[in-house]
């Protein structure tokens, strides 16, 4: 079992940064694939990023160049920086932990990123 935690959501104004973090108990993190999902109002589901156990990166279209997703093994915590951020940014952001397929396995609770001036 793996519990994991998001924090670092809030309000921001448009163009302005964030970073997100999903902490996990337990041991085995360093085996599994993480994901950040979003969902904002009226739309569904969203991957906006992952990153393998083999460190290999996989940016949603809508993200690439602006976010980035990190892991530090040690500390059993994920991140997301997110810069120039857009007022269709604003969502429910969810962290993941897989081992095969994105959106598979763990969830957090999701954190509120709004944007907004």
């Known amino acids: 079992q793996v519990q994991l935690v998001e924090s670092g959501g809030g309000l921001v104004q448009p163009g302005g940064s964030l970073t997100l973090s999903c902490a996990a108990s337990?041991?085995?993190?360093?085996?599994?694939?993480l994901a950040w999902f979003r969902q904002g109002p009226g739309k569904q589901r969203e991957s906006v990023a992952h990153i393998t156990s083999a460190d290999r990166i996989t940016y949603g279209d809508s993200v690439k160049d602006r976010f980035t997703i990190s892991r530090d093994n040690a500390k059993n915590t994920m991140y997301l920086r997110m810069n120039s951020l857009k007022p269709e940014d604003t969502a429910v952001y969810y962290c993941?932990?897989?081992?095969?397929?994105?959106?598979?396995?763990?969830w957090g609770q999701g954190t509120q990123v709004t944007v907004s001036s």
């Open positions: 993941n932990a897989f081992l095969l397929v994105p959106g598979t396995g763990y």
């Open positions: 337990g041991s085995r993190f360093s085996v599994y694939g």
